[in-house]
């Protein structure tokens, strides 16, 4: 009896469910398919951006600095690392 209440207390309450190689070889497979699915985005942005003209490119540059000048007007430096200082100003 007290045997059996030893193996239960000192058992490993989360066995392995993979060898180091089973999850060596998943993760390598993982990376394949990250890497095959970044490059095919990349090269899905690079056909748009050779259909696009170039005033679609300088539209779309003006957008993302106008965007980033209302973030930042929003957010004034500072306002995230200094607790609740932001409000008191």
Same mark, same amino acid.
Do not use: C, I
């Given at each position: ?5 030893? =193996? #239960? ?6 066995p392995a469910s993979m ?7 998943? &993760? ?15 090269? =899905?942005? &690079? &056909? ?7 005033e679609d490119k300088e &539209? ?13 007007? =929003?957010?004034?430096? #500072?306002? #995230?690392?200094? #607790? ?6």
């Amino acid at each position: 009896k007290r045997a059996a209440l030893v =193996e #239960g207390v000192f058992r490993n309450p989360n066995p392995a469910s993979m060898t180091v190689q089973e999850w060596g070889d998943v &993760e390598v497979q993982r990376m394949q398919e990250q890497t095959a699915a970044q490059a095919k985005a990349k090269a =899905e942005e &690079e &056909e748009r951006e050779a259909d696009m003209t170039e005033e679609d490119k300088e &539209e779309r540059a003006r957008l993302k600095a106008s965007s980033w000048d209302d973030w930042k007007d =929003e957010h004034p430096k #500072g306002a #995230g690392n200094k #607790g609740d200082n932001y409000f008191t100003r």
